[in-house]
């Protein structure tokens, strides 16, 4: 499969990278890359490199059918679903080090899987040449380390984050939620509601990261059954944590509850500095 889009005048291209167990929040991302462009395509990959444990890889949720249905009721155009040799047909040589981005949250935690994402999203990049690619803000992270990717690159593709979709109650839909149980399913916007917390504190005025840390995790830690692995706050850009809040920042989290990891992350904006009215200025 190749395309090229309007760089060579022909139609626009959107791609979205997925790897399958479609749901709403992917859905999202169709809408948007339908609106977008001319050529939608979807593939749908679960990606072996990404990975950090066997069993993780081996519980994935792979609903290939459902997952092309939903792309043929949202007038997706193409469907790309490589086997694993078709995008590894031999050992890689070459792999992408994503460097300093990864060294904090879900990088510090899953050793190799930024790795895996930079690779297989380049590779994906070469084979559908879109003009666009659309990756959803719930991986804050992942989504910092494809705009650098393409930038210190030179790709000639345009990245759009688009909006996390939620439930109800404030859970970022993600595929890994089917696995949960019920009363782990009640327990899981926790994290949600810690991050809240954190905005909060941030929009109030807030800025130690130190306080700010402490009434979120708070939150984590006085419900059963749920286990704390990050709560950070970061520059949006680096994804460095920072221990003054003098900017807008990305609070950011990731929780197991029961077996299954979930992440989520809230953009948060300090209040705004008042204008010097007087002229003096810092005198």
């Not at 339908?34 to 990606?47: G, K, L, Q, W």
């Not at 089917?178 to 009640?186: A, C, S, V, Y």
């Not at 221990?243 to 950011?252: L, N």
Request: charged letters at 20%; glycine letters at 8%; one cysteine or more.
């Amino acid at each position: 499969m190749e395309m090229a889009g309007a760089r060579d005048g022909g139609p626009r291209v959107g791609l979205v990278p997925t790897m399958g167990a479609l749901h709403a929040g992917h859905r999202r991302l169709i809408d948007v890359a339908r609106a977008e462009c001319d050529v939608v395509v979807v593939s749908i990959f679960v990606n072996p490199a990404q990975f950090d444990r066997e069993d993780d890889l081996l519980k994935y949720p792979r609903t290939l059918e459902s997952d092309i249905q939903l792309c043929a009721s949202s007038g997706v155009d193409v469907v790309f679903t490589p086997p694993t040799g078709e995008m590894y047909p031999a050992p890689l040589n070459c792999t992408i080090d994503v460097g300093r981005i990864a060294d904090h949250l879900c990088g510090s935690h899953r050793p190799g899987h930024f790795r895996g994402v930079a690779t297989v999203v380049m590779k994906l990049l070469q084979i559908a040449q879109p003009d666009r690619a659309y990756f959803g803000q719930k991986d804050a992270q992942q989504l910092a380390v494809i705009r650098h990717l393409v930038s210190d690159l030179n790709v000639p593709v345009e990245i759009v984050g688009v909006p996390t979709v939620r439930e109800a109650d404030g859970l970022a839909i993600s595929s890994r939620n089917q696995r949960m149980g019920p009363e782990e399913r009640r327990a899981a916007p926790v994290l949600y509601e810690a991050l809240e917390v954190a905005r909060q504190q941030i929009t109030s005025g807030v800025t130690s990261v130190a306080q700010i840390r402490e009434a979120a995790t708070g939150i984590i830690e006085q419900r059963p059954g749920v286990k704390l692995e990050y709560l950070e706050i970061v520059d949006p850009g680096e994804m460095h944590p920072v221990e003054h809040v003098e900017h807008p920042v990305i609070a950011a989290g990731a929780i197991w509850v029961g077996s299954t990891r979930l992440i989520d992350n809230l953009l948060c904006a300090p209040p705004p500095v008042a204008p010097d009215l007087t002229g003096k200025g810092g005198s």
